[in-house]
C-alpha cells in the first residue's frame, strides 16, 4: 500500500513562489518514479513533472518548463515542486503520484496519487 502526504500547497501572488511537498511509503525513490499533476476546476488532468528513480532525469510539461523544479531526497523518501514565477492559470489542485520504475508519457497515469493540494495564484 503506498501512502502519501502532501503538503506546502497555498494562496500566493502572481510571480510569487511555492514549493510542495510528497512524502510517501510503500515505494521508493530508489525503484519507483514521482511525479506531479494538476487539476482546475472544470479543466482535464494536466501532468506537470516527473522524475525517473535510475537516473533522476526529469520531465516537465511545456507549461511549466523554466518555472518549475523537480527534485528529490532520497533519504527522505521525499520529492518536491518548486514552482516559480507562478501565473494565475496555475491555479489548481497538485496531486502526487508515482509508479514504477519510469514515467508515464502522459505525465498523469500513475498507479497511485495523494491526496492533493490546492494552489491558488491571485492577487
Known amino acids: 500500500q503506498v501512502q502519501f502526504v502532501q503538503s506546502g500547497g497555498g494562496l500566493v501572488q502572481p510571480g510569487g513562489s511555492l514549493r510542495l511537498s510528497c512524502a510517501a511509503s510503500?515505494?521508493?525513490?530508489?525503484?519507483?518514479?514521482f511525479g506531479w499533476f494538476r487539476q482546475a476546476p472544470g479543466k482535464e488532468r494536466e501532468g506537470v513533472s516527473c522524475?525517473?528513480?535510475?537516473?533522476?532525469?526529469?520531465y516537465y510539461a511545456d507549461s511549466v518548463k523554466g518555472r518549475f523544479t523537480i527534485s528529490r531526497d532520497t533519504a527522505k523518501n521525499t520529492v518536491y515542486l518548486q514552482m516559480n514565477s507562478l501565473k494565475p492559470e496555475d491555479t489548481a489542485v497538485y496531486y502526487c503520484?508515482?509508479?514504477?520504475?519510469?514515467?508515464?508519457?502522459?505525465?498523469?497515469?500513475?498507479?497511485?496519487w495523494g491526496q492533493g493540494t490546492q494552489v491558488t495564484v491571485s492577487s
Open positions: 503520484g508515482t509508479q514504477p520504475y519510469v514515467c508515464p508519457e502522459s505525465l498523469i497515469t500513475y498507479d497511485y
Open positions: 522524475i525517473r528513480p535510475a537516473d533522476g532525469d526529469t
Open positions: 510503500g515505494a521508493t525513490l530508489d525503484y519507483w518514479a
